[in-house]
């Protein structure tokens, strides 16, 4: 049984946000990265699969993108995973969802994964595509926005989220491609032991050239703040102040106060 | 310019949301057709052309065929885009159309932006234009970003002959958790979102909710977290709401959490970042540490 799991490098989404010289996605200065938050419950599920199927199964972890994602990759093997895949590309944020799909699909196409684990979508770009196009390439069976997953003699059932809270269940045989949504399962904290123990394991380097054959489908032309609606209020100083002033205004606005 | 609208039917019902592509359609100044797979006993008041597949044959949730229909009447139409909702039906399907096509796909479009599309990244605190490099393009439009139009008429209907199963099985549908609370009924809403920190400090907001005379809620991940239980929560997947005042305590303001609370008639958001989400909907923001704003607060309240 092969397993692979992909995963993005995202900032830490309480940054502030400036757009890069190209004036196409955000300056990378000053902003702290960390693993995409959909992603730590697609590695969760991967490794509790891993962990149930004991020997003979194997886990890897991929991720595209400058060395900074090194990181990444590293609370992964920590977390659980095999081994890993460095997909090397400077320029990934500057690549579409049909471009990064189409890396992962060359490297996965004859490797013979069963069962292939993606975040739902990123925080950052937050597209929703990767991985359903990642399955499409490949011809796998694949179904979204997972809360729920039980793997059984070569077939998953999971549970999607629906609006509302409702949810759907559904049947799908490997191989096969899911994405994972927030709350599927609880992401482990890799242990200091496992840290040590992930330092050994192996993280093969390939240059996104040697898998890239795609133009871009779409194409971003600017990357900038909302457009300030106004009317809110803004307060900012003591908080004295400003319990007094939230105070004055529950009172002038609203029947809740008097 | 011509768009073929992907509507949404779930549980034997014609989805509200499916006007909003009509709302969409009519911004971009599109000629229309539409395709559903639905029920004849469900037509939407639309008075185009209606591809119609029986999802009682087809299956409502089932992206291979539904896939392989979507495909047959972009044959027959040939439109410039096909445009779903973003939904988890939308986006879901989306991405396998825009494959098959080998066409760029737009995902959350919020408005039309010059020569392309508006859409939300960065957990919707920044913005980016994106222009398809395809002649065809695949779009979803977020939920209510785009009015609800709805033309009235009947559609002229076209059936659809794709058949076949898929490499999905659909076992049948699981009815959201029981509410204990009835949040729709709360005249004052107090939440909380990841900013409060921790579990430990949830009572903290509950009595500032206490105070007010309201009733706790919740964002997505403080419930993910098991801080506050989903009957709590507000949201696309929680309880959409409307309350006389609606307080949001460390809440960055997710569009999924934006949609189930923007109709409250005040809004007053706590949170240390300035540039939040949030900010953009709320009658007020308080720029400060929602562990520091909200005791002093509910001290002053319950005085």
């Given at each position: ?27 990378e200065t ?7 938050e959909?992603d730590?419950?697609a ?56 471009q ?15 069962i ?6 990123s ?14 390439q ?19 059932t ?6 509302g ?5 559904v ?16 992401p ?6 496992n840290?040590?123990?992930?330092k ?19 194409i ?5 703040p ?15 102040d ?17 | 310019?011509?768009?073929l ?6 549980e ?15 911004q ?29 044959a087809?299956g ?24 779903f ?7 879901d ?9 080998k ?14 599309f ?44 794709a058949?076949?199963g ?20 709360a ?22 909710a ?13 419930v ?11 949201g696309t ?6 309350p ?17 609370m ?23 923001l308080?720029v ?10 509910t001290?002053?309240?319950?005085r």
């Amino acid at each position: 049984m092969k397993l692979l799991v992909c995963i993005k490098q995202v900032p830490d989404l309480e940054s502030r946000f400036k757009p890069d010289a190209a004036g196409v996605w955000y300056n990378e200065t000053d902003l702290a990265f960390r693993m995409n938050e959909y992603d730590e419950y697609a590695v969760e599920q991967a490794v509790q699969l891993r962990e149930k199927l004991g020997e003979g199964c194997e886990l890897t972890v991929l991720s595209i993108g400058p060395d900074r994602v090194v990181e990444a990759i590293k609370k992964s093997l920590a977390m659980g995973c095999d081994n890993a895949a460095h997909v090397q590309d400077q320029a990934a944020s500057g690549k579409d969802p049909w471009q990064i799909a189409s890396i992962i699909a060359a490297y996965a196409k004859d490797k013979g994964f069963d069962i292939i684990f993606t975040g739902m979508q990123s925080q950052d770009r937050g597209s929703a595509q990767v991985g359903v196009t990642v399955a499409e390439q490949l011809g796998l069976a694949c179904t979204t926005t997972i809360v729920g997953f039980d793997y059984d003699n070569g077939a998953i059932t999971a549970k999607r989220e629906l609006e509302g809270g409702i949810k759907g269940v559904v049947k799908l045989k490997i191989p096969a491609l899911v994405t994972c949504q927030l709350g599927l399962n609880v992401p482990r904290y890799p242990t200091l032991p496992n840290i040590m123990k992930a330092k050994k394991k192996e993280i093969v380097a390939i240059p996104v050239a040697d898998l890239l054959a795609e133009e871009p489908l779409a194409i971003t032309a600017s990357f900038h703040p909302p457009a300030k609606k106004g009317g809110g209020i803004v307060l900012e100083g003591d908080i004295a102040d400003l319990v007094d002033k939230v105070i004055a205004i529950l009172k002038d606005k609203t029947a809740v106060l008097r | 310019m011509k768009t073929l609208l992907i509507g949404e039917y779930r549980e034997g019902k014609l989805l509200e949301s499916t006007y909003e592509l009509l709302g969409f359609a009519g911004q971009l100044g599109a000629e229309t057709a539409m395709l559903l797979v639905g029920s004849e006993s469900q037509l939407p008041a639309y008075g185009g052309t209606l591809y119609l597949a029986d999802a009682a044959a087809c299956g409502e949730y089932n992206p291979d065929l539904h896939k392989k229909l979507i495909l047959e009447a972009v044959q027959k139409e040939n439109p410039d885009y096909i445009v779903f909702v973003h939904s988890s039906y939308g986006w879901d399907l989306a991405p396998r159309v825009a494959a098959a096509l080998k066409a760029a796909q737009v995902s959350e479009v919020i408005a039309l932006a010059e020569g392309g599309f508006e859409v939300g990244c960065c957990n919707g605190k920044m913005r980016r234009t994106v222009k398809p490099a395809t002649a065809k393009a695949v779009l979803t439009i977020q939920a209510g970003a785009f009015p609800v139009l709805q033309p009235g008429g009947s559609p002229a209907l076209q059936a659809l002959t794709a058949a076949g199963g898929g490499a999905l099985e659909f076992i049948g549908y699981e009815p959201a958790e029981k509410k204990d609370i009835d949040l729709a009924k709360a005249e004052v809403i107090v939440s909380a979102g990841r900013g409060v920190g921790k579990k430990d400090n949830i009572p903290v907001i509950q009595a500032l909710a206490t105070a007010l005379g309201g009733e706790l809620g919740a964002s997505r991940p403080v419930v993910d977290a098991e801080w506050v239980s989903h009957s709590h929560q507000v949201g696309t997947t929680g309880q959409t709401v409307s309350p006389k005042l609606y307080v949001a305590c460390g809440i960055s303001g997710a569009i999924q959490h934006l949609a189930g609370m923007k109709k409250s008639d005040f809004i007053i958001a706590i949170n240390k970042d300035k540039d939040a989400p949030i900010g953009e909907i709320a009658d007020v923001l308080v720029v400060a540490d929602v562990m520091q704003f909200v005791p002093a607060l509910t001290a002053k309240v319950a005085r």
